[in-house]
């Protein structure tokens, strides 16, 4: 079955490192997403990506934060200066179509960011 | 803005149990979606309700969508170690496209 595949697994940075957090969606969907979970918290939504642009995005992804499709198959998370605080599993999603025209997201196995 | 509220917050069950997660939404739900995260791993899909009424089971797992459209449970029958984990409850939230608020979670263990 395809998956998403996500990249590194683990990744430590320094605080004020840039880091990029790699993702592959499913090869024929259309719709992707990054999601973050901090420790002992809730799955939050961070920024919907369709057609080559930011179609929606949350408090959290503030100017800190870009998305990329840099080609036909990778997804990327860009955090520019990170922050304690942007310590947390990442994870990509794909899906097919909308979420309310019977697509479930797909998601990825996340990479941990610790950043120090 | 939309809240999911889980309960119980954990769970510890003996092997052959049965078991029960709520998940109740602050608004009318268009769309509940079931997930299952083992811990420090991916969201793995279970089942998505949408109508006011429905029910839809894969192996021992059953999850149901009230009439009402605002409360949906997850019943596994026999559970098995390989049950356990965390389930989570999500969401279409109020924008587009796969925008799904998550609940916080029940943690299953199961006692072989």
């Known amino acids: 079955e395809p998956e998403v595949t996500q990249t590194p697994s683990h990744q430590v940075t320094q605080m004020g490192q840039e880091v990029i957090l790699r993702c592959v969606p499913i090869?024929?969907?259309?719709?992707f997403y990054w999601y973050r979970q901090i420790l002992g918290q809730k799955v939050e939504f961070l920024v919907s990506?369709?057609?080559?642009?930011?179609?929606?995005k949350s408090e959290i992804f503030d100017d800190q934060f870009s998305v990329e499709r840099p080609d036909g198959s990778n997804f990327t998370l860009k955090i520019r200066s990170t922050k304690l605080e942007d310590s947390a599993m990442y994870f990509c999603?794909?899906?097919?179509?909308?979420?309310?025209?019977?697509?479930?997201?797909?998601f990825g196995n996340g990479t941990r960011l610790t950043v120090t | 803005s939309q809240e999911l509220e889980q309960s119980p917050q954990s769970l510890i069950v003996q092997e052959g149990k049965n078991l029960t997660i709520n998940c109740t939404s602050s608004?009318?739900?268009?769309?509940l979606y079931w997930y299952k995260q083992k811990y420090g791993e991916g969201l793995i899909f279970l089942m998505m309700?949408?109508?006011?009424?429905e029910e839809k089971s894969h192996e021992k797992i059953t999850a149901k969508l009230d009439e009402k459209k605002q409360q949906s449970s997850l019943h596994i029958t026999a559970s098995q170690p390989s049950h356990a984990g965390i389930y989570l409850c999500g969401a279409a939230g109020g924008g587009s496209q796969g925008n799904l608020i998550f609940g916080k979670g029940t943690k299953l263990s199961v006692k072989p």
């Open positions: 999603a794909s899906i097919l179509g909308r979420a309310r025209d019977n697509s479930p997201l797909h």
């Open positions: 309700l949408q109508k006011g009424g």
């Open positions: 608004k009318t739900l268009y769309g």
């Open positions: 090869s024929n969907h259309l719709y």
């Open positions: 990506f369709y057609n080559n642009e930011i179609s929606e």
